[in-house]
């Protein structure tokens, strides 16, 4: 195990992203990010690796919370219904079907393009997932590369609980909605972006 000691509180997102850096500076095929209070349990990881060793043109997996039979996915309700709101705006904002920015269960592919998505600080402390999925889109947009939808795959979690002590008030959900106009302001819209050549 390798701890990483930053000099100040930057927030989750800038703690992830200088995480993910130190991890690609190593000889790994994947690298990712797990929330440290382990409402996905850590066995999860494997199965997530699982779903990119069967399918090689994947480059992430998220993990889903989605409430099925035969999982145990326990959100307090309030979580659950302010969830599907805000998932419901940023997919329509990313023009892509995703159900769960928000879960802290992702795995990367380690890639040639992989370290773009991570080079610059992220412009949201909270909603750097949706960022994350921003800056892909932009990448891509243009070149011959494949788009998000073709990359991204989402695995519903066989076990998600949330843990006590986690609030979500209504204040975090406004910030949020704030966070999530800023980053389509900056990658998404019209003005945001120029065309690269084909690659």
Not at 93 to 104: H, K, N, S, V
Not at 158 to 165: H, Q
Request: glycine share 6%; with cysteine.
């Amino acid at each position: 195990m390798r701890v990483l000691r930053l000099p100040r509180n930057v927030g989750k997102g800038e703690a992830v992203r200088a995480g993910v850096l130190d991890a690609l500076q190593r000889d790994a095929r994947y690298v990712g990010y797990w929330d440290a209070d382990l409402s996905t349990p850590l066995t999860a990881i494997a199965t997530l690796r699982d779903v990119l060793e069967a399918h090689p043109a994947l480059e992430m997996v998220f993990g889903a919370r989605v409430q099925l039979l035969g999982r145990e996915v326990r959100r307090r309700a309030l979580r659950h219904y302010l969830g599907r709101a805000f998932a419901t705006l940023v997919s329509s904002m990313l023009r892509l079907a995703i159900y769960d920015t928000q879960c802290g269960a992702k795995l990367f592919r380690v890639t040639a393009s992989l370290p773009e998505l991570f080079r610059e600080p992220f412009l949201t402390r909270w909603v750097f997932d949706v960022e994350i999925i921003a800056r892909l889109i932009r990448a891509r947009r243009g070149t011959n590369r494949p788009p998000a939808e073709a990359v991204i795959y989402e695995y519903p979690l066989e076990t998600w609980v949330d843990v006590a002590g986690s609030k979500v008030r209504g204040l975090d959900f406004v910030r949020a909605m704030g966070d999530v106009l800023r980053i389509y302001r900056h990658y998404l819209a019209p003005r945001a972006w120029t065309a690269p050549r084909p690659t």
